[in-house]
């Protein structure tokens, strides 16, 4: 009885392909992880603003300045900082995300061909285990935000009396908002990615209107900057580092703060309408929305420093004191209402697409008969009370500087990627081989690409004793292990880039510079099939007109009993062969490439 049950119980869990467009639900395929057809490819340059500037318009960005200044920087320092890093950031987003928007692959599926179809789950884990993450820890921040927007609303919030045991390292209000932040996310787990355009646009707007509205009246109250905008370089001439090395490690951290997000850029890159949307959208919100988030959120920081006689960098506890001293009167409580609300529905949208659904794509790469993304978002956000973020913010220091030190192996990872795509595949690849390992040129050794794994581990060997050294605070190590961590992102692409062409020119791999001669997955538009140099899709119906051996298609399956009664209407011209090409399996698609 208990082995029947699991067995129904494991049929149902399995997802549902439409037969009716001939989906199939494999171990290597579902309907969110095949090639993006042009039917869902709708976001254009202002949706990629958008997202993007979720990704801007928050806490951390807001207080990035504040890490640069307690070194002993200077203001101009530090926005020199925030102004390199956001160029590598934009520079690298794109040249991640070109696969994505050539072949309309996700992260996912993009692994594939470098790591192996089986090596492909060793990114796929490390990006699962950050998104568990980075989902609990932005669900406690946002929590954070709804009970600045409770105690606006009933002051008595604020004063409740705190109900938790003394081993909760929380109190019962944030432990409220953190659950009501929780609960509202849930909803927005059921949208699909390429209907977050309106959500990207409006909470982003909301938030960006926001941070301007605390800008002007932190300046209209105290008059002007705090002397914190004025602060000078202030390196202690008993400081370890000089100032080169400081900026040094600074610009190795701001651009490793975004490095997670880099790798996984193709996961929406492959929902652009064109090339131009992504480029445009993403570099100008990059270089306007970033610096401009940094640069208010240091003005208003000094600002505020002349109002209340104290730096406060985290806007929530910079709302709170608002209302104490406000004496909450109304007007201080709805001002601050509203500030809290455009910030918690930025960093719930960042935090639902950034992090759950991202989540949820990566899952859906590792158990594809059972998770779309929609289930893997959800696992994802469940995830958060495992991980239990009241205990990593307000404890495990440490932990949360291991976690901000992640990309020590995720720009290795981005090396190999850079490399195979353009330097050894020249940008071609084979679609088909993506999702069926019989005959997969992506089969390598048993389903690993044994090349890259040495040239993994190198980018990060290097560099894991500065991580262990900078974590642990042990600061009787050596001066090179620090500097050698302090350029992890660097040193780390470049090892692995250069290693693994080296290992590539050398161990040749097979079906380099290949790709398919048809469009098997009706991905691509005539422009695009044309460009590529692909026979563009054809559909049964179609398939009457056209008559056989004369087209030289590569059909991906055995044909249904309709498509063999066209093909055998179907007129036979002299010089050509009339027997079918080699069958290969197909996921079919609308004629229109509608999924």
């Known amino acids: 009885m208990a082995t029947k049950a699991l067995r129904r119980a494991r049929e149902a869990a399995v997802l549902r392909a439409d037969e009716t467009r001939r989906e199939e639900t494999t171990a290597w395929c579902n309907r969110d992880l095949v090639p993006m057809p042009p039917s869902r490819r709708t976001w254009g340059w202002f949706n990629f603003f958008g997202a993007s500037a979720l990704g801007a318009l928050n806490v951390a960005t807001w207080q990035t300045p504040n890490t640069f200044l307690t070194q002993g920087l ?12 956001r160029f590598f950031v934009s520079f690298f987003a794109c040249v991640v995300a070109w696969c994505g928007l050539t072949w309309h692959v996700g992260f996912t599926v993009q692994n594939r061909f470098t790591w192996g179809l089986r090596g492909a789950y060793i990114p796929l884990l490390q990006r699962v285990l950050l998104n568990f993450i980075w989902t609990a820890l932005q669900c406690w921040n946002g929590g954070k935000l709804v009970t600045v927007c409770l105690t606006a609303l009933w002051p008595s919030f604020g004063r409740m009396r705190n109900t938790l045991p003394s081993s909760m390292p929380t109190t019962t209000q944030e432990m409220v908002g953190f659950i009501v932040f929780w609960a509202i996310s849930v909803p927005f787990l059921f949208i699909r990615p390429e209907r977050f355009k309106k959500p990207f646009f409006l909470s982003s707007l909301g938030c960006g209107i926001a941070m301007i509205s605390m800008m002007i009246w932190a300046l209209s109250v105290a008059k002007g900057v705090g002397p914190v905008f004025y602060k000078g370089q202030n390196v202690p001439e008993t400081s370890r ?63 505020c420093q002349v109002i209340y006689g104290k730096i406060w960098w985290n806007p929530p506890d910079l709302m709170m004191v608002m209302m104490d001293h406000g004496n909450g009167s109304s007007g201080a409580r709805a001002g601050c209402f509203f500030l809290a609300l455009a910030f918690t529905f930025a960093v719930l949208f960042q935090n639902v697409c950034g992090n759950a659904v991202a989540g949820g794509i990566d899952l859906a790469g590792i158990f594809p008969r059972y998770i779309d993304i929609r289930r893997g978002a959800i696992i994802t956000l469940v995830a958060t009370w495992i991980i239990q973020p009241w205990q ?47 005959g997969s040129d992506y089969w390598f050794s048993h389903g690993f690409n044994l090349r890259v794994i040495p040239a993994w581990i190198a980018g990060w060997a290097p560099t894991i004793g500065g991580l262990v050294t900078t974590v642990g605070n042990y600061k009787s190590a050596p001066d090179a292990l620090f500097q050698l961590y302090y350029t992890a992102f660097f040193s780390g692409l470049c090892i692995s880039f250069t290693l693994f062409y080296a290992i590539n020119f050398f161990f040749p791999i097979q079906g380099r510079g290949e790709f398919d001669a048809y469009d098997d997955w009706a991905t691509f538009t005539p422009a695009e099939a044309a460009k590529l140099g692909v026979v563009p899709h054809v559909d049964a119906e179609e398939l009457a007109h056209i008559p056989m051996g004369a087209s030289g298609y590569r059909r991906p399956a055995p044909l249904t009993q309709k498509e063999m009664e066209l093909r055998a209407d179907a007129p036979v011209i002299e010089g050509t062969s009339a027997e079918p090409a080699p069958a290969r399996r197909w996921w079919k698609l609308g004629k229109n490439g509608d999924a």
């Open 241 to 303: 580092w000089s100032v080169s090395w400081i900026i040094m490690a600074g610009l190795n951290q701001a651009i490793g703060q975004k490095v997670a997000g880099m790798t996984n850029e193709s996961d929406f890159s492959r929902y652009s309408g064109s090339y131009s949307a992504f480029v445009i959208g993403t570099v100008s919100c990059q270089w306007i929305v970033g610096i401009l988030v940094s640069l208010g959120g240091l003005v208003t920081t000094a600002a």
């Open 392 to 438: 990593l913010i307000n404890r495990a220091a440490t932990f949360v500087s291991v976690l901000s030190s992640f990309s020590v192996f995720l720009s290795p990872l981005l090396g190999v990627m850079i490399c195979d795509y353009f330097f050894i595949r020249h940008q071609k690849i084979k679609l088909n081989h993506l999702y069926h390992p019989e």
């Open 74 to 85: 200077s203001v101009g320092q530090a926005m020199m900082i925030i102004v390199v890093s």
